[in-house]
């Protein structure tokens, strides 16, 4: 089982960025894929980014070309770079094990609130 422990999050003003962090333990970090999905309220979980051990990502329609999703094998973390952030972007995200098919595995950080205000 994949621990995660995300960070980052917070209030900002439409237009600004904000990096969030997901630190795993209990498995081996660089065979691993991991993901960021994000839950609105009264909206489903929904992914946001995905980057396999190989740094082969995709994104979510919504965030293409604001967003970044990388990733520090020597540090055991995940990043999630988000710029030109709009009020849309609020969410709770959370950061997510996922396995050789980009799915969830069923790992799940306790994710990290991002509000966005217009």
């Known amino acids: 089982q994949v621990q995660l422990v995300e960070s980052g999050g917070g209030l900002v003003q439409a237009g600004e960025s904000l990096r969030l962090s997901c630190v795993a333990s209990?498995?081996?970090?660089?065979?691993?894929?991991f993901g960021w999905y994000r839950q609105a309220p009264g909206k489903q979980r929904e992914m946001v980014a995905r980057?396999?051990?190989?740094?082969?990502?995709n994104y979510a329609d919504s965030v293409k070309g604001r967003f970044t999703i990388s990733r520090d094998n020597a540090k055991n973390t995940v990043f999630l770079y988000m710029n030109s952030l709009k009020p849309e972007d609020t969410a709770v995200y959370y950061c997510?094990?996922?396995?050789?098919?980009?799915?969830?595995?069923?790992?799940w950080g306790q994710g990290t609130q991002v509000t966005v205000s217009s």
């Open positions: 997510a094990h996922v396995d050789y098919r980009g799915l969830p595995s069923g790992s």
């Open positions: 209990g498995s081996t970090f660089q065979i691993n894929g």
């Open positions: 980057i396999s051990p190989v740094r082969v990502t």
